[in-house]
DNA sequence: CTTGTATAATGCAATATTACGATTAATAAT
DNA sequence: ATTATTAATCGTAATATTGCATTATACAAG
């Protein structure tokens, strides 16, 4: 099986997961931390700062794209990676929500 | 090969990874959603709230545990579950810091 | 035209994850 | 004692992920 059974969950829980788990990598979370630093950064360099080969960076910089929380552009023979901050205040929003604005009333188990 | 880098990165670096990870599925996602709501659930409950079969939603509930989410506590013949409240609120804090406290003070690419 | 640099694409091997049925262990009820 | 309930664990199968080597492509600069 090997299979998210996507059907038992909600639309909001299965875009939560898919977010969350483009950043759970430690890759993918240095490539996260240099750009907020550095506001951008070619991938050349993003090579140097995971310490991977460049086809295994190239590819956490896809699913980091794909899920939306980088963009990329062309900057002559190079590609120039940067945050996208409209998505990234949006999944910002919704975390705060699940994670941050949490009050527990109770005590419990 | 499969075989995350670990040493590449900082301890900040893989320690949120592996939080993120802990939450980043749909189940699990849906198990806290739940907990937030009720404040304490015992198994047998949360395997209804899933739609998993028993086993599977035991061994979410353990990631849950492992990762320090959660805590669960014996009640007579049943396991009480809830959510450590002490190592969400450390949590909650990280995951602030790393995505909610940015401020982009340039635009991008 | 050739060489070097940057990125993309493909294929492979190792490991991890997801899910389930079956089993086990412990307690509660009859 | 036996049976039912509850939850955890084991074994298995399918699928996904991680990482690299290799190859392909595009565009400089010499």
Redesign the interface.
Same mark, same amino acid.
């Not at 950043?23 to 240095?30: E, G, M, T, Y």
């Given at each position: 099986m090997g299979l998210? %059974?996507?059907a038992?969950?909600?639309e909001r829980?299965?875009k939560?997961?898919?977010m $969350? %788990?483009a950043?759970?990598?430690?890759?993918?979370?240095?490539i996260i931390?240099h750009l $907020?630093k550095a506001?951008?950064c070619i991938t050349g360099y993003l090579v140097e700062v995971?310490? $991977?080969s460049q086809a295994t960076t190239s590819q956490h910089l896809r699913e980091l794209k794909e899920a939306g929380l980088l963009?990329?552009?062309i900057?002559g023979t190079s590609m120039?990676?940067?945050?996208d901050?409209v998505k990234?205040k949006e999944?910002?929003a919704i975390?705060?929500t699940f994670?941050?604005d949490?009050k527990?009333d109770?005590?419990?188990?």
């Open positions: 998210t %059974k996507t038992n969950f909600t829980q299965n939560l997961a898919l $969350l %788990k950043v759970a990598h430690p890759a993918r979370i240095a931390d $907020l506001n951008e995971t310490g $991977l963009k990329g552009t900057e120039n990676y940067c945050i901050q990234w999944n910002a975390l705060k994670f941050i949490v527990f109770e005590t419990c188990c």
